[in-house]
């Protein structure tokens, strides 16, 4: 991904996350790099994070036309002390600063959407290291920003399990039964990142005269968006369909026969990529996020969730449907590092992690435990 400006007068910023993503709830780890070439009126080097989620849609008004409604929230701007300078001074030199913050629980997921009506969502984060100098200076901060993937955490993954739904067939308005049809299913788990591929194997035991001449599987996903209680989007869309061969009357699968693989990787996600395009510029790894599945995603005003739909089709005119509906959790999945700057060929850094080092970068002789603590939660 793309990165802001990490040269500055005093020297370089700039930092490298131990992953590529972010999990709510969990700890972000990583290194601070910074560079001086001239002594800096220093007060405390911080991470921030920011989040904001932005909707838009066109409502219809009837015989009225329609009103273009929007709704932007921010979700989080949270700044984490990482390192204090009671000296008021950072000495040139090479210096790494490892940290470790916590991220706020109930983030929800990293989106870029685009629907129907002329919908769009976004759910966007930010993360910077940001060297503030002394308040009584008109120095300019030093500061290096990047985008930053979010992953929400699912409620509860269940691993390994198994769907099944009977009923009884019948036709001519009810008056006419056919017998009988157990479905089961089989899933390795409910949780997937948009890059893995959802193995669905069927079994079905058919007591009835007729066939199941197929098995339909559809994945949907539901889009919900609000600006307030009267302004609202709701749309449902058929991602991806499969289909697989049925069953005679009066026989079964052998075990879970039938089996159908759902590359999710392959599922375009977003109707205009256009509109996308156009707001990122040169960030190359979020517009490809835009061409793909996006995740489930549960924020104050978008929500997005997907349920995998198995039928079967007799090819009669019934009174019901057999099927399953089993939710999916949708993550966002593992980008390759997005923000690693190459170092300098006589990069050789002094590390700053604790009271002991805090001389070697600010001349400062009183130990680091008798200044304002860094914050790391």
């Known amino acids: ?19 590529s993503y972010a999990v709510s709830g969990e700890d972000l780890r990583g290194n601070i790099f910074l560079y001086l070439t001239q002594p800096y009126p220093a007060d405390s080097l911080y991470i921030e994070i920011n989040g904001k989620e932005k909707c838009k849609w066109t409502q219809s ?44 629980v109930g983030l929800p997921s990293t989106l870029f959407f685009s629907g129907k009506q002329d919908s769009k969502a976004t759910i966007k984060y930010t993360v910077r290291a940001i060297l503030k100098p002394e308040q009584s200076t008109s120095i300019e901060e030093m500061l290096f920003e990047n985008e930053l993937a979010m992953r929400e955490v699912p409620p509860v993954v269940t691993t390994d399990f198994n769907s099944r739904v009977s009923d009884q067939i019948k036709s001519w308005m009810g008056l006419k039964n056919h017998g009988s049809v157990d479905l089961d299913v089989k899933f ?58 049925g069953v005679a009357a009066n026989e079964s699968t052998e075990d879970y026969s039938k089996t159908i693989s759902l590359n999710l990787d392959q599922i375009e996600g977003t109707k205009n990529k256009g509109y996308f395009h156009k ?21 104050e005003h978008i929500t997005i969730s997907y349920k995998l739909h198995i039928e079967l089709d007799y090819g009669i005119s019934s009174r019901k449907a057999t099927c399953l509906e089993i939710p999916l959790y949708i993550q966002v999945p593992e980008p390759g ?41």
């Open 1 to 19: 991904m793309g990165n802001s400006k990490s040269k500055f007068e005093h020297g370089h910023i700039y930092f490298q996350l131990d992953k």
């Open 61 to 104: 008004n009837g015989q009225h036309g329609s009103t273009r409604i929007s709704k932007s929230k921010e979700i989080i701007s949270e700044e984490f002390k990482i390192f204090y300078f009671p000296s008021k001074v950072a000495l040139p030199g090479q210096y790494t600063f490892p940290f470790s913050v916590r991220v706020p």
């Open 188 to 245: 390795d788990k409910d949780c997937y990142a948009t890059n893995e591929v959802v193995i669905v194997r069927c079994h079905i035991d058919n007591q009835c005269n007729i066939p199941v001449k197929a098995i339909k599987i559809k994945l949907k996903q539901s889009v919900k968006l609000k600006a307030n209680w009267a302004s609202r989007f709701s749309k449902k869309y058929t991602m991806w369909k499969g289909l697989l061969d």
């Open 279 to 299: 707001k990122f510029g040169n960030l190359e790894e979020e517009k490809i996020m835009t061409q793909h599945l996006q995740p489930t995603t549960n924020g």
């Open 337 to 377: 590092l997005h923000h690693e700057v190459e170092a300098p060929a006589d990069w050789n850094p002094t590390i700053i992690s604790d009271a002991d080092d805090l001389s070697l970068i600010s001349g400062a002789e009183e130990p680091l435990l008798n200044s304002p603590p860094p914050s790391h939660v």
